[in-house]
């Protein structure tokens, strides 16, 4: 009577077997290489993060993969056609800004289906963005973030979030267009960081380029990265007057823990945790002992 629950058993454990079966995983991609992928259609921030990236001795050792076209739609279309090219990278670095994220959206999901099974273990991710659009409007920013911080991390798996307060405008800096307008990024700096640079050095390129400072010497980057965190503190202190201890952590390695969520500040530490991040990818594709 019961040999045929047991051949019934059996016969269910073998066709589920190939369901629970993850020695050889179609979704996971073992065989990465030390590559980063920059997935941005800005070419300032592409620049920016290239030489950042291109001028760290300890990271010098990595290829460094951007998109090539000189146009904006060219760039997308790049991203596009070499979506599931991510999955030989260690390190994905999505630019996840309001105004460029629609028309990425369809490569961006493309290729975190690719590399959704290996994040935060093979391959890690790094967001870079600009904030929620009401962000200054209502001084409530802690609220703001939590569900904007969370939104991403469902998306695209950040092993960190920078928040990059050079790409934030305002709702009325923005001019509207349609997904298949010619698309234009905006080359001047926020209006509200006017006041902190002279009239001929408020262009995105400029401030970017003096504060990394690729071509200068180590003391020299050293200095302008002090410069820039002063000015970080300064602007927080004057936007947020009277909550300097709360987002004092903001301009630290390890970021500011707002409830659920963590951000750091673009490009504070941003080398340093490249560097962390491709080293722990590395050490956990190695065969395990």
Same mark, same amino acid.
């Given at each position: 009577?019961?040999?045929?629950?047991?051949?019934?058993?059996?016969?269910?454990?073998?066709?589920?077997?190939?369901?629970?079966?993850?020695?050889?995983?179609?979704?996971?991609?073992?065989?990465?290489?030390?590559?980063?992928?920059?997935?941005?259609?800005?070419?300032?921030?592409?620049?920016?993060?290239?030489?950042?990236?291109?001028?760290?001795? /300890?990271?010098? =050792?990595?290829?460094?993969?951007?998109?090539?076209?000189?146009?904006?739609?060219?760039?997308? !279309? !790049?991203?596009?056609?070499?979506?599931?090219?991510?999955?030989?990278?260690?390190?994905?670095?999505?630019?996840?800004?309001?105004?460029?994220?629609?028309?990425?959206?369809?490569?961006?999901?493309?290729?975190?289906?690719?590399? =959704?099974?290996?994040?935060?273990?093979?391959?890690?991710?790094?967001?870079?963005?600009?904030?929620?659009?009401?962000?200054?409007?209502?001084?409530?920013?802690?609220?703001?973030?939590?569900?904007?911080?969370?939104?991403?991390?469902?998306?695209?798996?950040?092993?960190?979030?920078?928040?990059?307060?050079?790409?934030?405008? !305002?709702?009325?800096?923005?001019?509207?267009?349609?997904?298949?307008?010619?698309?234009?990024?905006?080359?001047?700096?926020?209006?509200?960081?006017?006041?902190?640079?002279?009239?001929?050095?408020?262009?995105?390129?400029?401030? /970017?380029?003096?504060?990394?400072?690729?071509?200068?010497?180590? !003391?020299?980057? /050293?200095?302008?990265?002090?410069?820039? /965190?002063?000015?970080?503190?300064?602007?927080?202190?004057?936007?947020?007057?009277?909550?300097?201890?709360?987002?004092?952590?903001?301009?630290?390695? =390890?970021?500011?823990?707002?409830?659920?969520?963590?951000?750091?500040?673009?490009?504070?530490?941003?080398?340093?945790?490249?560097?962390?991040?491709?080293?722990?990818?590395?050490?956990?594709?190695?065969?395990?002992?």
């Amino acid at each position: 009577m019961f040999h045929g629950v047991v051949r019934r058993q059996e016969k269910v454990e073998e066709d589920t077997y190939h369901l629970t079966d993850d020695k050889q995983d179609i979704l996971t991609h073992p065989r990465r290489r030390g590559q980063i992928h920059v997935l941005t259609i800005d070419p300032v921030l592409a620049t920016d993060l290239s030489e950042r990236i291109g001028s760290d001795r /300890r990271l010098k =050792r990595y290829a460094l993969i951007c998109p090539r076209a000189a146009s904006i739609r060219g760039a997308v !279309e !790049e991203i596009e056609l070499t979506a599931q090219e991510t999955i030989s990278s260690r390190l994905i670095i999505f630019d996840v800004r309001r105004a460029t994220l629609p028309r990425l959206r369809r490569a961006f999901n493309a290729i975190v289906g690719y590399n =959704r099974r290996d994040f935060n273990k093979l391959c890690y991710s790094i967001c870079i963005g600009d904030g929620p659009v009401n962000l200054f409007q209502d001084g409530h920013v802690v609220d703001l973030f939590v569900p904007y911080l969370a939104s991403h991390r469902v998306d695209f798996h950040p092993a960190v979030f920078f928040f990059d307060p050079f790409l934030h405008y !305002e709702p009325s800096e923005i001019q509207l267009q349609a997904l298949d307008d010619e698309f234009v990024i905006p080359d001047a700096i926020p209006r509200r960081w006017g006041p902190y640079f002279r009239r001929d050095t408020t262009k995105v390129g400029t401030i /970017r380029q003096f504060f990394r400072a690729a071509d200068k010497d180590e !003391e020299t980057r /050293r200095k302008r990265l002090r410069m820039l /965190r002063h000015l970080y503190k300064k602007r927080l202190a004057e936007q947020f007057p009277g909550k300097e201890e709360q987002f004092k952590a903001l301009l630290s390695r =390890r970021g500011i823990q707002l409830a659920s969520e963590k951000m750091n500040l673009y490009p504070l530490y941003f080398e340093d945790w490249v560097h962390e991040l491709m080293r722990k990818a590395r050490r956990n594709a190695l065969p395990k002992s």
